[in-house]
């Protein structure tokens, strides 16, 4: 396989990124994740983080706005306690920075990032035309415009005055969770429908709840089905650059506080 680009990212230098005024990481002892570092961040309210995390889940934290897919090993499946404080006013994505820069100098953290011409899912308008619904207004609830549930083995999601930011979340889902069933070829999609408004309409299809396709309860349309004849959407498949994140070196346990 050819690799377009190969790209070593070693943030060693504390001078290079910013830096949490302090950090603490020490091996976990809880059974679970208690959140993340740079998302649950309230810049104008909060600037201290405690939480409980694997070292893949910090590593996914702190590149997932960059990266498409994160190859990671067993090791990295330990969890650790992190508290840091950050400078008032730190934006999620300098706290991600940070968080690099944490990763790298308290691990040794050596990452190498590849581009690969990968199989790739591009969610557009269908030839038939759009059945998504345009509404006048947003919705006054983001968050609720569009609501899902499981049963029987269904997927329903209904949308109301929803952005096409909210169709695709759920369509993303579908794909995705589809792709580790083997119902699709990729988990990598992206959305090329140019769709800006807000719209009402209803999304239903099979939905299996186990690894195995063939326990497919044959009760309602698949997503590409369903996409195309209740919103008027289809999945196109080529290639396409995505970006693999995966460890060049690392220890396996932090440097002393």
């Not at 690099?100 to 990968?118: D, G, S």
């Not at 969610?123 to 415009?145: E, F, H, I, N």
């Not at 044959?218 to 995966?246: C, F, N």
Request: some cysteine; aromatic content about 8%; charged content about 25%.
């Amino acid at each position: 396989m050819r690799f377009e680009v190969l790209l070593l990212l070693a943030l060693p230098l504390a001078a290079q990124t910013p830096a949490f005024e302090v950090a603490s990481i020490r091996p976990s002892t809880a059974q679970r994740s208690s959140g993340a570092v740079c998302r649950a961040t309230k810049p104008e309210t909060e600037n201290v983080q405690v939480v409980s995390d694997t070292f893949n889940l910090l590593i996914i934290e702190a590149y997932e706005k960059e990266i498409d897919r994160f190859d990671l090993p067993d090791w990295g499946k330990n969890g650790f306690d992190v508290s840091v404080k950050m400078p008032r006013n730190t934006s999620v994505d300098t706290c991600r920075l940070m968080l690099r820069n944490l990763l790298a100098e308290r691990f040794h953290l050596v990452v190498a990032i590849e581009t690969r011409q990968l199989p790739s899912y591009f969610l557009k308008v269908a030839k038939s035309g759009l059945k998504l619904r345009p509404v006048d207004s947003p919705p006054p609830d983001l968050l609720a415009s569009s609501t899902s549930k499981t049963e029987e083995g269904r997927r329903h999601t209904i949308f109301r005055a929803a952005p096409m930011s909210r169709v695709f979340i759920a369509v993303e889902t579908g794909v995705v969770l589809g792709s580790r069933r083997g119902l699709f070829e990729s988990e990598f999609i992206t959305d090329e429908t140019g769709l800006t408004g807000f719209y009402d309409g209803e999304l239903e299809y099979e939905f299996p709840s186990t690894e195995s396709p063939s326990t497919q309860l044959g009760h309602a349309p698949s997503l590409q089905d369903a996409l195309v004849e209740q919103l008027g959407l289809t999945l196109e498949m080529r290639k396409a650059p995505r970006k693999i994140l995966s460890i060049r070196s690392s220890d396996h346990m932090p440097t002393e506080n």
